[in-house]
């Protein structure tokens, strides 16, 4: 192609660009435009790729009248584009026009959940009696969990909480089985498992701090455990106090009072000889039954008395473990299920409601 046909095609390709501009009447139209005349495979490209079919000095006589060409077109397509621009966002203005005479939304207010609740009962009915609260991890060791606790490896009483590992059970044989096994410990801290109980807390603190130690520790547990009264996790409360001269009297007072101090004064409590390998002696707390006050009734079975929690003098194997002399020190430990104690606050029969997070249950709280 020579220099004049060159610039008969820029000339031609120019009127063709303004006609199309003219018919315009969308930003996507307006995009496509750009891409036909100007784009990398577009029009005015074509004809810059002939130029170098050219000699020297009709070049950039050529390449000039492309330029110009080129200029005219933006300028006009930007003028176009900022004119639809400003239409579309008026059209989009109008459709969403705001009535400031509206009343405003009421965001719903966030409330505790009723296991929060009764939680933060708990723990300030005990705080008022000088305990401080403590926390420790929900991955525990087996140390942590049964062995300082006094289970024996291989002790039935491992039975007493099901657990669920983390890992292999054993640490020489490295496989999970279907049996329950126990041991040979062959690491310090044992396998890692979900805690069953809120009692390694105990031991965390007692290794941390020397007595006098009057302490609580709220938190989530988990054992293999599952029906209208037992969930896979659950929350227990326990309590620990270490120091000079402490009976089972002191047990029996502090919690007497914090029994009365959570369900009335009028209720009683009776304590049960029970087995946990961490306390001697050690016993069961009940109370007496919050909806038929003792007489008997479907809740309690009949018998007027329902268990609320376990305790015990804490076994002297435990204090020597962490260090602590049992000759001049003793204490009680206990540990309650705060989903028992609010299903009997509350009157509430299935422990499953406190999970399922139905408005219509919580609202009520
Ligand atoms: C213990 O867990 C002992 N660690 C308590 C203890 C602490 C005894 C200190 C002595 C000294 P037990 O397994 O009984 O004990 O559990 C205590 C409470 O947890 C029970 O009374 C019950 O209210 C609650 N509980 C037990 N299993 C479940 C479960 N699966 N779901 C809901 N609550 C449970």
Redesign the pocket.
């Known amino acids: 192609m020579n220099k004049e046909e060159l610039l008969a095609k820029i000339e031609s390709l120019r009127t063709e660009a303004n006609g199309a501009l003219a018919a315009l009447d969308s930003l996507v139209s307006l995009q496509e435009f750009k891409v036909r005349f100007l784009g990398k495979k577009g029009l005015l490209t074509d004809i810059l790729k002939s130029l170098s079919l050219l000699g020297p000095e009709e070049r950039p006589i050529v390449g000039e009248a492309a330029n110009r060409a080129k200029t005219e077109i933006e300028s006009r397509l930007e003028s176009l584009r900022k004119n639809l621009d400003q239409k579309e966002r008026s059209r989009l203005q109008s459709q969403k026009q705001v009535d400031v005479s509206l009343p405003g939304l009421k965001l719903p207010r966030g409330f505790r959940h009723p296991l929060s609740l009764v939680e933060k009962e708990i723990e300030s009915i005990f705080v008022n009696m000088g305990f401080s609260v403590f926390e420790g991890p929900d991955i525990e060791s087996d140390y942590y969990n049964f062995e300082a606790l006094n289970f024996p490896a291989d002790h039935p009483a491992r039975e007493?909480?099901d657990t669920f590992y983390i890992g292999p059970r054993t640490m020489d044989q490295g496989q999970r089985t279907q049996e329950k096994v126990h041991g040979p410990w062959s690491m310090v801290h044992g396998p890692l498992l979900l805690r069953t109980?809120?009692?390694p807390v105990q031991i965390r603190t007692m290794e941390k701090q020397k007595p006098p130690i009057y302490m609580i520790c709220p938190g989530a547990v988990y054992?293999h455990?599952d029906d209208v009264?037992?969930?896979p996790m659950?929350h227990?409360v326990?309590g620990l106090m270490v120091d000079r001269h402490l009976t089972f009297g002191d047990l029996k007072g502090v919690l007497t009072l914090f029994c009365q101090t959570i369900f009335g004064k009028k209720l009683k409590t009776r304590f049960r000889p029970s087995f946990?390998p961490?306390?001697e002696p050690?016993a069961e707390v009940d109370i007496s039954c919050v909806l038929c006050a003792g007489k008997g009734c479907r809740v309690c079975g009949g018998d007027g008395w329902l268990?609320?929690?376990?305790?015990?003098m804490v076994h002297p194997a435990v204090l020597e473990q962490v260090k602590i002399d049992p000759k001049k020190f003793t204490g009680f430990?206990?540990?309650?299920?705060v989903?028992?104690i609010a299903m009997l606050k509350y009157g509430i029969d299935d422990?499953r409601l406190f999970y399922q997070s139905d408005m219509r249950f919580l609202e009520q709280f």
Do not use: P
Not at 333 to 337: I, N, S, V, Y
């Open positions: 007493m909480q109980h809120t009692s054992r455990d009264t037992h969930s659950f227990q326990e946990f961490f306390v050690g268990e609320i929690l376990g305790a015990g430990a206990f540990g309650m299920g989903e028992r422990i």
